[in-house]
């Protein structure tokens, strides 16, 4: 069964630098979520979409953004990048919003700042 | 808000014994209960969740969990541990606000020792 892609897997990039993390979910969901986790910490939640929109958001910096587009793929554009931003990126799709619609998780993207 | 606490940073367990990975919440309302495993560099993979219904929730992999409303509890076990099970465990619930996004527990290792 095919599952959610993110790419890419891994990425190095000094700070001050910008970044783009894609998601491509699970054919037919349509709603997208992004986690960050740092290193030795639980994931927490940055935003999510559902339907190209954003439907909610938590602990993201001002520095990042992030949308989902007509195929429901989502990037998220990181912007003068600090150290602290290093850290395992998930995003999850769901097919809807609901309480019983299970998030369904990729494999990450790990972005290492210099 | 919603919130789950994992007490112990790590567990250790020798090969073919029970293991326990325990787990509370906080919740207002009906929780909604999940368990997650993360392998080195590894996404987060699904074991089961906590809807409704029977108090004893069988998963993935062999693993099971019970759910106390008495206790807030939630303890993640399995009869017989595999060394192949050492890995990163993290408990989460489902926030009642916005779009149901996980909330996690702050994760647990557990290291079977062959």
């Known amino acids: 069964a095919a599952g959610v892609i993110q790419s890419p897997r891994h990425l190095i990039k000094e700070k001050r630098e910008t970044a783009t993390l894609k998601c491509y979910p699970i054919?037919?969901?349509?709603?997208v979520y992004w986690y960050q986790q740092g290193p030795g910490q639980d994931p927490q939640f940055l935003i999510s979409?559902?339907?190209?929109?954003?439907?909610d958001k938590g602990s993201i910096p001002d520095r990042f953004s992030a949308q989902q587009f007509s195929d429901y793929h989502s990037e998220l554009n990181m912007s003068s990048l600090e150290l602290g931003d290093s850290a395992l990126y998930f995003c999850?799709?769901?097919?809807?919003?609901?309480?019983?619609?299970?998030?369904?998780f990729g494999p990450g993207t790990r972005l290492t700042v210099l | 808000a919603q919130s789950v606490a994992q007490p112990e940073d790590q567990v250790n367990v020798a090969e073919g014994n029970p293991l326990t990975v325990k787990c509370t919440y906080s919740?207002?309302?009906?929780?909604?209960l999940f368990w997650y495993v993360q392998y080195p560099n590894r996404g987060l993979q699904f074991l089961l969740k906590?809807?409704?219904?029977?108090?004893l929730v069988k998963g993935s992999y062999g693993f099971e969990a019970e759910f106390n409303k008495s206790q807030t509890s939630f303890h993640l076990k399995k009869p017989s541990a595999l060394v192949s099970d050492s890995a990163l465990y993290f408990c989460?619930?489902?926030?009642?606000?916005?779009?149901?996004?996980?909330?996690f527990g702050t994760g647990t290792r557990l290291k079977v020792l062959a």
């Open positions: 999850a799709s769901s097919l809807g919003t609901g309480l019983y619609n299970e998030q369904f």
């Open positions: 054919p037919r969901h349509d709603t």
């Open positions: 979409f559902y339907e190209k929109m954003q439907s």
């Open positions: 919740v207002s309302g009906n929780p909604y």
């Open positions: 906590y809807i409704t219904g029977d108090n």
């Open positions: 989460a619930v489902r926030d009642m606000s916005g779009t149901y996004k996980y909330i």
